[in-house]
Structure formats: C-alpha cells, structure tokens
C-alpha cells in the first residue's frame, strides 16, 4: 500500500502506538490499514463414488486441477462461499455441507476451508474459471496435476477417511511448497 484510502496522502509502514505489528498508518488522518488474511471456501462434492473436479482456467496453476474453491465474499457464511463457489465453477449444486479440512497457510496470508458435499442431482458443467469438469473415481484422480497443497491433502484424507466411512474435521498448517513463493499475495 501507497497511498490511504479515506484521505490519499502517503503512507508510512510502523508500529501504531499501543500495537505489537507493523501496519500501514496514515500520519495526517490516522487512519490505520489493518490487512488481514483471505479466507478461501471450497467444496469436495461427490456423486456416488465420484469427485468432482474442475480444471482451472486461471492463473495460478492453469490447467491444474482443483476442487471448486476460491474467495469469500462479505456477506455470505463460508459455507455458502462453498456452495456459490462450486456453483461458479463448475455448475453444479451441492446439498448436506459439512467443515471437513482447514488449513492455516500464513506464508501467503490464507485460510482455506473446505467443505464436503454431494451434488444435489448429478449434474455439473464449465463455469468461467475452469477449462473442464469432471467427475473421477479414486483410482482415477490426477494426483501429479492438482493445483494446491490444500486440494491434494483434502483428497487424501478424503480417500483415507471413506474407508472408515468417518470423516472428521482435519486442520493442518500448510508450509511453502516449491511452487510457491513467500511474500505478500
């Protein structure tokens, strides 16, 4: 950050009186900029013995495979994020949600909380951000070409835990991976 949003001058990186972090503070207005981290939402959805799957047709990671996931608007539940989400990226509805993974990921300033459900009548399609969708069986999931850390511990656990027929709520703290970069995002 520059410049302050309420009043536009220049702004200064240091410690607030009565704060233990740096921030972005404006010195004529006052005007402290808290930045905080992005909450990702994503669903597994599966139909029968099958996962849903979208190929990203994004930056990052494009042509990579994911769950449908991404940002979380203001105003909605992270688990209507996860719903909206799924609808955006792959056409498709899913019903019964239930918090499966999180995962702290502080290195990029990220939560990423997913979800697990099934698609409500089987149907899916291509939503803006995906080259294509589809479902696969677990001996079919392309493990070497998905497109996050928290999409591939998301499936493991998936695939571990459907075995059992229990699905707990796994949190994990991811650390950087060799494709990522540390740094602000």
């Known amino acids: 950050m520059k410049f302050c949003s309420a009043c536009g001058h220049t702004l200064v990186y240091k410690i607030p009186a009565e704060d233990s972090r740096p921030r ?4 004529n207005c006052r005007t402290i900029h808290y930045q905080n ?3 990702i939402c994503g669903c597994i959805a599966t139909w029968q013995d099958r996962i849903l799957l979208c190929r990203r047709a994004i930056e990052p990671r494009y042509g990579f495979w994911t769950l449908p996931a991404g940002f979380m608007e203001n105003g909605e539940s ?3 994020g996860a719903q909206r989400e799924t609808w955006e990226e792959a056409q498709a509805q ?3 949600l239930q918090l499966y993974c999180l995962f702290d990921i502080p290195h990029i300033h990220q939560i990423h909380l997913m ?3 099934q698609l409500r009548d089987g149907g899916f399609g291509v939503g803006a951000e995906s080259l294509e969708t589809a479902l696969f069986r677990e001996e079919e999931l392309p493990w070497d070409q998905l497109a996050f850390p928290s ?3 998301t499936l493991r656990h998936f695939v571990a835990d459907r075995v059992h027929g229990q699905f707990p709520l796994h949190s994990q703290l991811l650390q950087p991976t060799s494709w990522e970069r540390p ?3």
């Open 37 to 39: 981290p992005k909450v």
């Open 78 to 80: 992270c688990a209507e």
């Open 183 to 185: 740094g602000p995002h």
């Open 151 to 153: 999409i591939t511990h």
């Open 115 to 117: 979800y697990r459900g």
């Open 24 to 27: 972005y503070v404006c010195e």
């Open 94 to 96: 899913v019903e019964g």
